[in-house]
């Protein structure tokens, strides 16, 4: 939710797993990065980082076995829209998503 004149308004974040291939010895290539786009201030483009490391921390304790962030690369978008995109309330709503496509299960 964002904070708007009016109460709130929901906010929507977008997110997508890219997985990396394998060169030539059959090692992942890349792997682990964050792409953000969107309309985002500062305080969103940081709070896309420190989620990117919650998820990274929970996911190692939910499901220690799991490499899905060393083998993926995560793209993260948050559409362009009226409501303003400058807060650090959204961090619960990324760490989610991320945790949603690391462990393949669906945000109820």
Known sequence: ?????????ALYIETQSIRRGL??????????????????GD????????????????LS??????????????????PEGATPKDGPSAGVTMVTSM???ALDRPIR
Not at 1 to 9: D, E, K, R
Request: net charge neutral; proline share 2%.
């Open 1 to 9: 939710l964002a904070y708007t004149s009016m109460g709130g308004s």
């Open 23 to 40: 060169d030539s010895e059959g090692k992942t290539r890349g792997g682990g990065t964050l792409k953000v786009t969107g309309q985002l």
């Open 43 to 58: 305080v969103m483009k940081e709070s896309t980082q420190i989620a990117s490391t919650v998820a990274r921390a929970r």
């Open 61 to 78: 304790d939910i499901k220690p076995e799991s490499n899905f962030f060393d083998i993926n690369d995560i793209h993260m978008h948050v």
């Open 99 to 101: 945790l949603s496509l």
